[in-house]
């Protein structure tokens, strides 16, 4: 545990959680936050390689933190993570995000699918059932439009209890999509466990997909596997043209990165994509 409690400490970032002291007034101040309407919704574009078009964006949180400015989630989220914070928070984007698509579907913008990031606890508490019944009630336009990202280890560990809630989930439209995929517990039991609609290639892996062999290599088998299993394929924290060029000559489909937009609050993303839509 202690281990653990040191590589969670570097996860807070040099300027937030040094102490025990300064974790609680955090954490107060979050709870404050998530009240109180501090946190906000960025959207990263996801393009089609082929010809630009974006096709869905991943949602991000961020915390405007008074006198902070705009505290990004590797300050908080693994903070959150250890209490039942996160799952108010995981909450509160699936509602923004519903929200902004309805908005968007009210104002005659052709939608793309969003993806919402969610943590183990949010799922094993048995709420995000509820969340998602309840938002595409209130929110229709969100309906086949959510796709949720979960990382492997969260999988792995998932209980028939938890496949109940992944399963009703897909009956309700929600699609699967898999994080950082390659740097987790890699089985290839999930494949055959659950419904995945797609696979996101860890940054790690394409940041040096020209210098490392290795990791080209490691991109091209995660390629093919989605291929094989006929799923979609997204290669994440593209920011160079020759990753692009390398992932479209050997049929990566689609991608995310700062080359195609950063994440953005949701008028710019508006206007980002009507831009993107005009090429
Ligand atoms: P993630 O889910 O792997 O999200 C991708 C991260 O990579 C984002 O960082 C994004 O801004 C960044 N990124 C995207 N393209 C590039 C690129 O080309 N280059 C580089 N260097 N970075 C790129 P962000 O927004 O700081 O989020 C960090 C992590 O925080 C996320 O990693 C996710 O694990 C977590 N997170 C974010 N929002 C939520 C949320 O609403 N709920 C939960 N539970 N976790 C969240
Ligand atoms: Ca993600
Ligand atoms: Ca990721
Ligand atoms: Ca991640």
Not at 161 to 168: I, P, S, T
Not at 240 to 266: D, E, I, S, V, Y
Request: hydrophobic residues 45%; glycine residues 6%.
């Amino acid at each position: 545990a202690k281990a653990a409690g040191r590589n969670t400490y570097v996860l807070y970032g040099p300027e937030l959680g040094k102490t025990a002291h300064a974790r609680v007034d955090l954490r107060r101040a979050l709870r404050y936050a998530v009240r109180n309407g501090e946190l906000r919704v960025h959207y990263q574009p996801q393009v089609e390689l082929a010809d630009g078009r974006i096709v869905a964006a991943e949602a991000l949180v961020r915390w405007e933190r008074p006198g902070h400015g705009l505290v990004p989630p590797n300050s908080f989220i693994p903070l959150a993570e250890e209490s039942d914070l996160i799952v108010q928070i995981d909450s509160e984007v699936l509602r923004h995000v519903a929200a902004d698509l309805q908005c968007w579907s009210e104002n005659g913008f052709p939608l793309p699918k969003i993806s919402v990031n969610v943590s183990a606890r949010q799922l094993y508490r048995g709420r995000l059932l509820d969340d998602f019944r309840q938002v595409l009630d209130h929110y229709p336009a969100a309906r086949g439009r959510l796709e949720v990202e979960l990382t492997e280890r969260l999988l792995v560990d998932a209980v028939p209890q938890n496949r109940r809630v992944l399963d009703a989930l897909v009956d309700l439209g929600v699609t699967f999509a898999i994080d950082d995929f390659g740097t987790g517990y890699s089985s290839f039991g999930y494949f055959r466990d659950f419904l995945i609609h797609t696979l996101k290639i860890d940054r790690s892996f394409i940041q040096q997909l020209a210098e490392e062999a290795a990791d080209a290599r490691i991109t091209l088998a995660i390629i093919g596997l989605a291929k094989t299993f006929d799923i979609e394929v997204v290669a994440e924290g593209v920011e160079l043209p020759a990753q692009q060029a390398f992932l479209c000559q050997h049929g990566c489909a689609r991608a995310q990165g700062w080359l195609f937009g950063k994440p953005m609050p949701t008028d710019e993303f508006i206007a980002h994509w009507k831009q993107a839509r005009a090429v």
